[in-house]
């Protein structure tokens, strides 16, 4: 007597035979892909590259403010160590650069605190719009990830549509941040070297609005974003007599702000 | 410059920062957001980028950029709407404003 076919065994048990043991549908449906060898550390390493492709640009860009800060804390007579620590524990250039000056000319701590806190506001929105992004995330990632968020990782995390699953976010996040980190770091310390010979007006000086025209434009794909990125142009223009840069958070408030009063607008209009 | 004073400076800008950058995200009830706070958030990249471009390309006390530095960005936008490649935009925004300082502009 032969041998039942899988077809014959499903027929007399009255299962489908996908679902029976022994067949290889059954142990293809049985092994998650996820769970098979390489194939999650693949997934991971895919995340890192793309974030150091993404990244690398991005260094070209900070490379002429990092070494302004350098220059700074070389004028302010700032400790070499007690310097470059304050550029890996705040890793927010425009806020190091104004609590050492502030600090130099004798400020108190209650005002470099408040301008600390208008120049790093934007932050705040960034952390909500990203808050869907660490949800679900582990509780380490939550409280420790933010501390990398600058313009930049939040512009690339935010123009990719590929970190939706939390284990890609985390690692992309992870590389693109710590990687613009050592970047960063580096070049605040060759600032301190050779940021004199560059100069002030140079050349370079164009890299970080030229990074983030690149972060905008392909954005622009809509009225709507078109109309709200015009705004906090304008709105920026028109608040830079705000003291302690207190212009830049109000411009991104603004243009938010009528962003969304204009969808209802618009929407009627096109109907 | 007294390292102690620094030390402790450092250490509260940094604590002011983090809760700015953490706060929402931890507190934030994001499966609960109504539809237009989630709607502006959306916004938020697009907002932040167009001002910061503003912002970068002013000085400090608010003067106008040079010619050469308006002609990098303008420059930069028709890369970016061309070939979408950081790299490209920001080689061609330096190049074009290298090209300007040395015409004089």
Do not use: K
């Not at chain 1, 007597?1 to 007399?12: D, G, N």
């Not at chain 1, 492709?53 to 991005?58: H, L, Y």
């Not at chain 1, 120049?119 to 409280?143: E, H, I, M, N, T």
């Not at chain 2, 979408?84 to 090209?99: D, F, K, Q």
């Amino acid at each position: 007597m032969s041998t039942p076919t899988p077809t014959a065994r499903a027929a007399a048990s009255g299962r489908s035979a996908r679902t029976l043991p022994g067949t290889s549908s059954y142990a293809l449906r049985r092994t998650s892909a996820r769970s098979l060898p390489g194939t999650r550390r693949d997934a991971r390493r895919d995340a890192s590259m793309d974030a150091l492709r993404d990244v690398g640009p991005v260094t070209l860009a900070i490379g002429p403010f990092a070494m302004l800060v350098g220059v700074t804390m070389t004028e302010l007579e700032v400790p070499l160590v007690a310097g470059h620590l304050s550029s890996l524990l705040i890793f927010s250039g425009s806020v190091q650069l104004a609590a050492l000056t502030l600090l130099h000319a004798g400020a108190g701590l209650t005002a470099i605190l408040v301008t600390a806190a208008v120049l790093a506001a934007r932050l705040l929105v960034y952390s909500a719009a990203l808050a869907p992004r660490f949800s679900g995330q582990r509780a380490w990632f939550r409280w420790l990830g933010p501390h990398l968020l600058v313009d930049q990782t939040f512009a690339l995390a935010t123009a990719r549509t590929d970190l939706t699953d939390p284990d890609r976010f985390r690692r992309y996040w992870l590389t693109a941040g710590f990687s613009l980190g050592a970047v960063w770091m580096s070049l605040v310390g060759l600032g301190t070297a050779i940021g004199p010979v560059i100069g002030s007006g140079s050349a370079l000086e164009v890299t970080a609005p030229a990074l983030f025209v690149g972060m905008l434009v392909p954005r622009l794909r809509d009225g709507r974003t078109v109309a709200v990125a015009v705004i906090a142009a304008v709105a920026a223009l028109a608040l830079t007599p705000v003291p302690r840069g207190g212009g830049l958070p109000l411009a991104i408030a603004a243009a938010m702000t009528l962003g969304t009063v204009l969808r209802p607008v618009q929407e009627e209009a096109q109907r | 410059m007294n390292t102690t004073t620094l030390l402790v400076a450092v250490g509260s800008v940094t604590l002011v920062v983090w809760l700015l950058r953490v706060a929402p995200i931890t507190l934030l009830p994001t499966d609960r957001l109504p539809p237009r706070a989630r709607a502006a958030l959306d916004l938020t990249a697009p907002a932040a980028m167009a001002a910061l471009i503003v912002t970068t390309l002013l000085g400090s006390h608010g003067e106008v950029a040079p010619v050469g530095h308006l002609l990098a960005v303008i420059v930069a936008a028709v890369i970016a709407r061309l070939s979408g490649h950081l790299g490209w935009v920001v080689v061609g925004a330096v190049l074009t404003a290298a090209g300007a300082d040395a015409l004089g502009w």
